[in-house]
């Protein structure tokens, strides 16, 4: 009886923390169970029908700590269970696109750090590039779980521009990201720009000529005046050959 009216007079902001605490320590001796869920090929939608979901409305609480976990290892600067936790959390729970983007940015720029400086550099841009290709599809989950996301498909574009060095690669990404909806004006001139880089100035130009009648003249984020300048001087970069 004691316990329970003290539970009762517990603040209202402390349950969260709790909670989350709590799901730290009981996660400890599922990870076993729920790793081969987390890195199977149709993981991303667990948390809406899969294996996971018989946690039902605990979904958000059982990523947060998997999230909260795998913050703990990467201070450790543990490759392996950074990677087996930020799986698990979206597994958990693939909504939050928070969790796909700044787990990619672990994968992608952190763990590749982490390596020992006697390697030897070819051994080093190796792993680079395949922790970048990682990142990558551990976003094109998110992609499953999301339908096309405009901030998912940046998130690739710039690993890809980064990382790997794809300009092509990028650009594709970038356009993608461009044409969904609600998506950043910057991506649509990324990559207009990322097309006069790969010597496809007239394609930029077409490009650049399709946009520019949705780019709203009082919304500075449009940069409508920067995209006229860009077209102005491909226009006269076509007329002088």
């Not at 790793?35 to 090929?41: E, H």
């Not at 594709?172 to 496809?200: K, N």
């Amino acid at each position: 009886m004691s316990s329970s009216i003290a539970s009762s007079r517990l603040p209202r902001w402390i349950v969260p923390p709790v909670l989350l605490l709590a799901a730290v320590y009981a996660l400890r001796p599922l990870e076993s169970r729920l790793l081969p869920v987390a890195l199977a090929p149709s993981a991303a939608l667990a948390g809406s029908g899969g294996t996971l979901a018989v946690f039902g409305g605990m979904r958000s609480v059982l990523a947060g700590g998997f999230w909260l976990r795998a913050n703990l290892a990467w201070e450790r600067r543990d490759t392996a269970a950074t990677t087996a936790l930020l799986h698990l959390a979206v597994a958990a729970d693939e909504r939050p696109l928070y969790f796909w983007l700044n787990g990619a940015r672990m994968i992608a720029y952190d763990l590749p750090g982490w390596q020992a400086e006697a390697v030897p550099e070819a051994v080093r841009q190796r792993n680079m590039a395949r922790q970048a290709e990682s990142a990558i599809a551990f976003l094109q989950r998110g992609l499953a779980a999301h339908g096309p996301a405009a901030e998912l498909y940046i998130e690739m574009a710039s690993i890809r521009l980064r990382v790997l060095g794809d300009r092509a690669g990028a650009a594709r990404l970038f356009r993608q990201a461009a044409e969904q909806s609600g998506a950043p004006y910057y991506a649509a001139r990324v990559y207009a720009e990322l097309l006069r880089e790969l010597g496809r100035p007239a394609e930029a130009l077409v490009w650049l000529k399709q946009i520019l009648p949705n780019l709203p003249a009082n919304d500075p984020a449009a940069r409508r005046d920067v995209v006229l300048q860009r077209i102005k001087g491909l226009e006269q970069e076509a007329a002088g050959k």
